[in-house]
T-cell receptor, first 113, second 114 residues
Framework: EAQVTQNPRYLITVTGKKLTVTCSQN?????MSWYRQDPGLGLRQIYY???????DKGDVPEGYKVSRKEKRNFPLILESPSPNQTSLYFC????????????FGEGSRLTVL | AQSVTQLGSHVSVSEGALVLLRCNYS??????LFWYVQYPNQGLQLLLK??????LVKGINGFEAEFKKSETSFHLTKPSAHMSDAAEYFC????????????FGGGTRVLVKP
């Protein structure tokens, strides 16, 4: 089954404790992206990757890191989480960016205390 | 910069009534337009899209949207709401000149009353 898988789905952590949210897709997609969803703000792009070893900042990259060592994986790293990073995070992938048709994971709800 | 505005963060409709969700964008160049739906505790999924050609686009689950260039709008409609349509709906826009990056609106949550 074609899917984008995120882990963990739910996480409560404390300020400053490094964490990683994993994302994996099994569709051989070139393009992958991370979004955060906050009430009334829709989805805002954090980082994206056009292909292996190619990543770039989105609209709200501060406090986040990513890597793309393999085509299927695109982890999101919070080196020192803060309460303003409490949010619902989505990973998405697309065959190529110019299709606009993103496939989304089920989301990871993160709470930073 | 490209932007997209959804009018109304919450919409309540009766089962069987028309669903109308409004989306306007700002741009001086032709956009690609999308509607995504998010059911509770799930990720977003594509409902329909407009890239070129016919301005009335049909999507899944009986939804359709019409691109009106003169009004810079891409409103989503469904003639008869069903209880299963309760979800959050997001309009999104991209522009070829901007590398086709997707920009999302703030979302509209639809409540369907029996």
């Amino acid at each position: 089954e074609a899917q984008v898988t995120q882990n963990p789905r739910y996480l409560i952590t404390v300020t400053g404790k490094k964490l990683t949210v994993t994302c994996s897709q099994n569709m051989n997609h070139e393009y992958m992206s991370w979004y955060r969803q906050d009430p009334g703000l829709g989805l805002r792009q954090i980082y994206y990757s056009m292909n292996v070893e190619v990543t770039d900042k989105g609209d709200v990259p501060e406090g986040y890191k990513v890597s793309r060592k393999e085509k299927r994986n695109f982890p999101l790293i919070l080196e020192s989480p803060s309460p303003n990073q409490t949010s619902l995070y989505f990973c998405a992938s697309s065959l190529r960016l110019n299709t606009g048709e993103l496939f989304f994971g089920e989301g990871s709800r993160l709470t930073v205390l | 910069a490209q932007s997209v505005t959804q009018l109304g963060s919450h919409v309540s409709v009766s089962e069987g009534a028309l669903v109308l969700l409004r989306c306007n964008y700002s741009s001086s160049v032709p956009p690609y337009l999308f509607w995504y739906v998010q059911y509770p505790n799930q990720g977003l999924q594509l409902l329909l899209k407009y890239t070129t050609g016919a301005t009335l686009v049909k999507g899944i689950n009986g939804f359709e949207a019409e691109f009106k260039k003169s009004e810079t709008s891409f409103h989503l409609t469904k003639p008869s709401a069903h209880m299963s349509d309760a979800a959050e709906y997001f309009c999104a826009v991209s522009f070829k000149a901007a590398g086709n990056k997707l920009t999302f609106g703030g979302g509209t949550r639809v409540l369907v009353k029996p």
